[in-house]
Nanobody
Framework: QVQLVESGGGLVQAGGSLRLSCAAA????????MGWFRQAPGKEREFVAA????????VYLDSVQGRFTISRDNAKNTVYLQMNSLKPEDTAVYYCAAKFDLVSMRAREYKYWGQGTQVTVSS
């Protein structure tokens, strides 16, 4: 059974940093893509970043480009989202997700999801 567990969320002041982790278990993910999405109250779930395990190239939401970095540690089966220069508008529940094959910005294409971790950025 596939299990994705996020951690690392919390409360931080604007301009600060957080690193989110997603521990993946239940199968071999070498042919999968991993994504980070976020959702604030009253808003649709939004793509943040994604990476393919086998290649390591990444894609980002324009508003986080240059501030956020997605990476993966194949040996630990863990995906990270390093978030720097955080802004109040980054406040949301952040979700880790997985899908077979290529990366995608479409949430509906991801089959597996974690429980989410809250990120709150104060002004």
């Amino acid at each position: 059974q596939v299990q994705l567990v996020e951690s690392g969320g919390g409360l931080v002041q604007a301009g600060g940093s957080l690193r989110l982790s997603c521990a993946a278990a239940g199968r071999t993910f070498s042919n999968y893509a991993m994504g980070w999405f976020r959702q604030a109250p009253g808003k649709e779930r939004e793509f943040v970043a994604a990476i393919r395990w086998s290649r390591g190239s990444a894609v980002y939401l324009d508003s986080v480009q240059g501030r956020f970095t997605i990476s993966r540690d194949n040996a630990k089966n863990t995906v990270y989202l390093q978030m720097n220069s955080l802004k109040p508008e980054d406040t949301a529940v952040y979700y880790c997700a997985a899908k077979f094959d290529l990366v995608s910005m479409r949430a509906r294409e991801y089959k597996y999801w974690g429980q989410g971790t809250q990120v709150t950025v104060s002004s």
